[in-house]
Nanobody, 119 residues
Framework: QVQLVESGGGLVQPGGSLRLSCAAS????????MGWYRQAPGKQRELVAA???????NYADSVKGRFTISRDNAKNTAYLQMNNLEPEDTAVYYC?????????????WGQGTQVTVSS
């Protein structure tokens, strides 16, 4: 059974930082592309950042220079370091695992973790 468990969300003031973690089980973690998505109220879910098995990364324009995605294959865990947070970053953040050959058909999702940026 595949499980993706996110942690690290919370309430933070503008300009603050958070680090999200996604612990995976039930998959060969090292071969999967890991991604972080977010969904704000009334908006569609959007890709925030992704990292391939080869550690190539891509980011949404809105988070470039502020967020960093990484992975630790020994711990089966992906991370999202979020710095200089803005109120517009408020959303539920979801971890995603995608097989590089099977694509979206293979998507697994975590339950989500709330990030709220507010003073």
């Amino acid at each position: 059974q595949v499980q993706l468990v996110e942690s690290g969300g919370g309430l933070v003031q503008p300009g603050g930082s958070l680090r999200l973690s996604c612990a995976a089980s039930g998959i060969i973690f090292s071969i999967y592309t890991m991604g972080w998505y977010r969904q704000a109220p009334g908006k569609q879910r959007e890709l925030v950042a992704a990292i391939t098995s080869g550690t190539d990364t891509n980011y949404a324009d809105s988070v470039k220079g502020r967020f960093t995605i990484s992975r630790d294959n020994a711990k089966n865990t992906a991370y999202l370091q979020m710095n200089n947070l803005e109120p517009e970053d408020t959303a539920v953040y979801y971890c995603n695992a995608r097989h590089p050959l099977l694509g979206v058909r293979s998507d697994y999702w975590g339950q989500g973790t709330q990030v709220t940026v507010s003073s």
